[in-house]
């Protein structure tokens, strides 16, 4: 969904002001779209026309990805002005707000990012919700189940929320659902919570897509062989908390200093260990493990009715950072 900056931020509002003049010294501002639940791509031609009715604009560097740029000015002044008037300002017809913030450059060609106090992402279902499958009931759970345990397993914190056709989700002034494919988004201000709800997320697709598997052989219907994990990230979020962060946090599992400790055979000997819990029903310990795994970064994937030995029936791989 492409939508143009200048309609976002003037559509329905005052016009803005006009531009002021230009003096000494040069200041910048961070720019993205917080809270956005689509794609989206930051033009220079709008940021132009939107930024330059705040002062003379010296330069404008937009990230790879489109989704975040840096606006450099000739005075201070005509910075603050924008972050004034823009920042936090409502994008209409959406639940998204412009960010425009104080930017100060690190080393040349390697600027440092402010660190994003919310981690968001966006799960792409991939099957249209229907009167037969009803993909969206199955992910949601009997009177909110699924999201409920998510939420739970996040520590309280996520936000879940599925929206586009299909979903049952109004938004806007005509409260309708958003024509865009349905997905699920996920939000939380904790790293680990995020980590947590994601890994549960995609526990919970994998269940769907196989459950989903089979209905499709019962009807005598294609299965997509390319159906997987769809997962986009809040552009601006590209730092994991560091060990020495997470240590300090005290999270430590019964004396062991998870962050750290093993390789690749301790953690396919955990998930042996995990797997023969839950085998014996001993949910709690399988929690435990699966706890361990996932401080030291490290997502589980679970084969939906899956038998065997552990690294037979469950993947493993490390979070992006």
């Known amino acids: 969904m492409l939508v143009s900056l200048v309609d976002l931020v ?35 031609d709008d940021l132009v ?16 990805d489109s989704m975040s740029a840096i606006i450099t000015y000739t005075t201070s002044i005509q910075a603050e002005y924008a972050v004034s008037e823009l920042n936090g300002r409502e994008l209409a017809s959406t639940s998204s707000v412009l960010r425009v913030v104080p930017y100060q450059w690190g080393n040349p060609g390697n600027p440092s990012i402010p660190i994003i106090r919310k981690y968001t992402c966006r799960f792409d279902i991939q099957i249209d919700n229907d009167k037969e499958f009803h993909v969206a009931r199955r992910i949601i759970g009997q009177k909110g189940a699924n999201m409920k345990r998510i939420v739970k397993q996040s ?11 299909g979903s049952g989700f109004l938004e806007g002034a005509q409260k309708q659902e958003s024509q865009e494919p349905l997905h699920l988004c996920v939000s939380c201000k904790d790293y680990l919570g995020y980590k947590a709800a994601v890994e549960q997320v995609e526990q919970l697709l994998h269940e769907v897509y196989g459950e989903y598997q089979e209905y499709c052989a019962m009807r005598g219907q294609r299965f997509p062989e390319e159906l997987g994990i769809a997962m986009h990230e809040h552009p601006l979020m590209f730092h994991q908390p560091t060990t020495s962060v997470m ?11 998870t962050p750290t400790s093993g390789g ?3 953690v396919e000997s955990l998930i042996e260990q995990r797997n023969e819990a839950r085998r014996i029903c001993n949910f709690k310990e399988a929690d435990r493990i699966r706890d361990i795994l996932r401080i030291r970064g490290i997502g589980l994937m679970d084969e939906p009715g899956g038998r065997g030995r552990g690294t037979e029936v469950t993947t493993w791989r490390y979070w992006r950072s």
């Open 10 to 44: 003037s559509r329905d509002r005052l016009p803005l002001p006009p531009p002021i003049p230009s003096a000494s010294s040069t200041i910048s501002v961070l720019v993205y779209i917080d809270g956005a639940e689509y794609m989206y791509q930051l033009v220079e």
């Open 49 to 64: 026309k939107v930024f330059s009715r705040f002062g003379s604009i010296d330069s404008v560097s937009i990230t790879q």
């Open 155 to 165: 520590g309280f914190d996520a936000k879940l929320r599925l929206r586009g056709r």
């Open 247 to 257: 240590e300090s946090s005290g999270f430590l599992i019964n004396g062991i200093n």
């Open 264 to 266: 690749d055979n301790d």
